[in-house]
């Protein structure tokens, strides 16, 4: 796997010392292990959504301090979409990076094989590492080692206004050809519009590339496969809902265009994930929360599918306070922890043990999304896996807004894999 000089060079400095390559803050590993206590600061980064999840996330983490009382955690809020350019240049310098980082799953093995991660076998961080739910482990490992504990999973699923498809007398669509006909009638009857498709992020593509049957690359078969059949159908099939007024998009700021249009009922319909319904509930349209609904995302011509997503918790190579960096991260994933998230914000816990607990059992929102999550598709635990992103993000906005065809973004997206993964077909 890739390998730069300067993070071959950061491996080669974290074994003769750690203090080489320092953190934010906090007291060195060897002092807290020699004392025989905790002691000293973890800072945190947390990348969660801002103004729902960090509230309860700061607070969570905060209480950390209850159980370890020498131990002061630094709460930083770094936005998802800078978090992992931001990691890897503070850790590849030497300076400034957290010691525990909330990573996306595909953001993982990019860091490991970087040599940025510790490795977390045999330590505090793994405990009970048998309840965790397979799927859910499966991105925390790279090269046989495990470099990350499992903090939340997702998929996605269609959000809908119960009242608007009722005033429109249309029911949830289940595939492509269905919500094109919901939409009409509800843009008849109601003057809304069906649906909002989020236009910036690439992941809001990927289930409809899965529901063509496609996928971005296969990784057992070192084979690029976005520019097949597959993925040519799945941009033709976007750009259809656009221009057949199914949906509205933007090209930019379509988080916040997307919730806002779906909570003050400008749309009836948004595709997303367990990570919204906070938000979500926070609209006007949805003051009953009974208003809203959740099912499964409209299948394709291939069948329906969605991304398996979710959020490790990983220490940094290079913390100063590895000992307590390695108890935050077991106090954040616990099944105690877990299941306060879960009642919170209705986020999907990763260990098994944690769904049978009544707060999370009787989670009407939970309880949709567990078999959508069992059920998803799992993406390819590569290092290169977080770039592949970018190539789609770029053609996936110019063919809804008309600046390529289907087929030329396709081609291009194949063409910039072929120069990221060297030797695969």
């Known amino acids: 796997m890739r390998r730069g000089i300067a993070a071959t060079a ?15 803050g906090g007291s060195d590993g060897g002092g807290s292990k020699s004392s025989g206590e905790l ?5 945190w980064w947390d990348t969660s959504t801002v103004g729902s999840e960090d509230k309860v996330f700061k607070k969570v983490a905060e209480d950390f301090k209850k159980k370890y009382p020498k131990v002061t955690v630094k709460y930083v809020n770094v936005p998802f979409g800078e978090a992992q350019n931001k990691f890897k240049n503070a850790a590849q310098s030497g300076s400034g990076a957290p010691d525990v980082i909330r990573s996306e799953v595909a953001w ?21 590492q048998g309840d965790f739910l397979e799927q859910a482990a499966a991105s925390t490992k790279y090269n046989g080692k495990t470099y990350a504990v499992p903090q939340v999973i997702d998929s996605m699923g269609i959000f ?27 843009k008849q009857k109601t003057g809304k519009t069906g649906m909002y498709l989020r236009g910036d ?18 990784a057992d078969q070192k084979k ?28 930019t700021n379509g988080w916040d265009n997307m919730q806002a249009s779906f909570k003050d009922g400008k749309v009836a319909m948004m595709i997303n994930g367990p990570w919204a319904v906070s938000d979500t509930l926070a609209g006007k349209e949805f003051a009953d929360k009974a208003n809203l609904g959740i099912a499964p995302v409209p299948a394709g011509s291939a069948g329906q599918g969605a991304p398996q997503g979710g959020h490790n918790l990983a220490v940094y190579a290079g913390s100063k306070n590895l000992a307590a960096s390695y108890a935050f991260a077991e106090y954040m994933t616990s099944a105690e922890t877990q299941a306060t998230v879960a009642k919170e914000l209705s986020l999907l816990p990763t260990r098994q043990s944690v769904y049978i607990k009544p707060d999370v059992a009787t ?28 190539p789609v993000k770029v053609e996936y906005t110019k063919v809804l807004t008309g600046q390529t065809t289907p087929e030329a973004g396709a081609k291009a997206i194949g063409d910039s894999y072929r120069k990221l993964l060297k030797d695969w077909k």
């Open 160 to 186: 809908y206004n119960k009242k608007i498809l009722k005033d429109a007398g249309v029911e949830v669509p289940k595939s492509i050809d269905e919500l094109k006909a919901a939409s009409a009638t509800i």
């Open 224 to 251: 690029i496969t976005i520019d097949g059949p597959a993925g040519v159908k799945a941009l033709k099939t976007v750009k259809d809902l656009v221009d057949s007024k199914t949906a509205i998009t933007d090209a």
């Open 363 to 390: 989670n009407e929102m939970i309880t949709f999304f567990k078999p959508v999550v069992d059920k998803a598709v799992e993406r390819p635990w590569i290092p290169e896996g977080g770039s592949l992103f970018e």
């Open 201 to 218: 992020d690439p992941y809001w593509f990927l289930s409809f590339l899965y529901g063509e049957g496609g996928d971005l690359v296969d």
């Open 108 to 128: 993982t093995p990019e860091f490991a094989d970087l040599g940025y991660l510790a490795p977390l076998d045999g330590t505090p961080a793994l405990k009970d």
């Open 10 to 24: 950061l491996v080669a400095a974290l074994g003769v010392t750690l203090a080489a390559c320092g953190s934010d």
């Open 39 to 43: 002691s000293g600061t973890v800072t």
